[in-house]
Structures are given as C-alpha cells and as structure tokens.
C-alpha cells in the first residue's frame, strides 16, 4: 500500500492519497485516478472539433468574428498560422495579417 501523496490531475491538488485497487483519490475535488494511466499535465486546448492544438500550430476560422475597432470582422476560413497557446478565455494568441495580434478563441477554430 503506498503512503505517499500525490497530486490530482484534475485540480492539482497536494493532497491526493491511495484509495483501493491502484487508486488515488482527491480530497478537494473527489476525483479518482490511476496515476499509470495519467499521461501528461499542462495546458490542454482543443479547436471547435476536439483535436489537441499544440504551439507552431496552423488553424482556420470557422465563423465570422468581429473585431473591436477594425473596419470589418475576420472573415471564416481566414488561415492563422504559429498559433501560441496560453491560460485563459482567449487562449490562442496570433498574428493576423490585416489584424495583427490578437486573442482567440479555441473554439473557433479548426486545426488545418
């Protein structure tokens, strides 16, 4: 039986201890895991279609979206490319030719 804390995936939590049958479980947030099938921690974003986006990352805008101060909105199919990933609503930062930088959101777009 281990003894040893261990941290929970889901709320990051010090406080995750062995439960039953390979389990550690969390006292903050009740979650449940086997820390064998934990495959890595870190920012997770997912475009509009649920494919994992990583940093480098080409993306396509898949609706229409108004920008604030700009004549017109980013038209849908606009191609964004060395997408960088952040925390937070918008977590795309890009560049945008005709824009330039400016904050996205995950789920408006689709990995190219």
């Given at each position: 039986?281990?003894?040893?804390?261990?941290?929970?995936?889901?709320?990051?939590?010090?406080?995750?201890?062995?439960?039953?049958?390979?389990?550690?479980?969390?006292?903050?947030?009740?979650?449940?895991?086997?820390?064998?099938?934990?495959?890595?921690?870190?920012?997770?974003?997912?475009?509009?279609n649920?494919?994992?986006?990583?940093?480098?990352?080409?993306?396509?805008?898949?609706?229409?979206?108004?920008?604030?101060?700009?004549?017109?909105?980013?038209k849908?199919?606009?191609?964004?490319?060395?997408?960088?990933?952040?925390?937070?609503?918008?977590?795309?930062?890009?560049?945008?030719?005709?824009?330039?930088?400016?904050?996205?959101?995950?789920?408006?777009?689709?990995?190219?």
């Amino acid at each position: 039986m281990p003894d040893k804390l261990k941290s929970c995936p889901r709320c990051e939590s010090p406080y995750g201890y062995f439960s039953r049958e390979d389990l550690y479980a969390c006292p903050e947030c009740g979650h449940e895991w086997n820390p064998a099938e934990v495959v890595e921690a870190g920012l997770r974003v997912v475009d509009a279609n649920g494919n994992r986006l990583s940093d480098g990352d080409t993306v396509i805008v898949i609706k229409d979206l108004p920008v604030k101060g700009a004549s017109g909105p980013i038209k849908v199919g606009t191609k964004v490319k060395n997408i960088r990933l952040v925390e937070g609503d918008h977590n795309i930062d890009c560049r945008i030719e005709g824009f330039g930088s400016m904050g996205l959101k995950s789920e408006f777009v689709r990995k190219a």
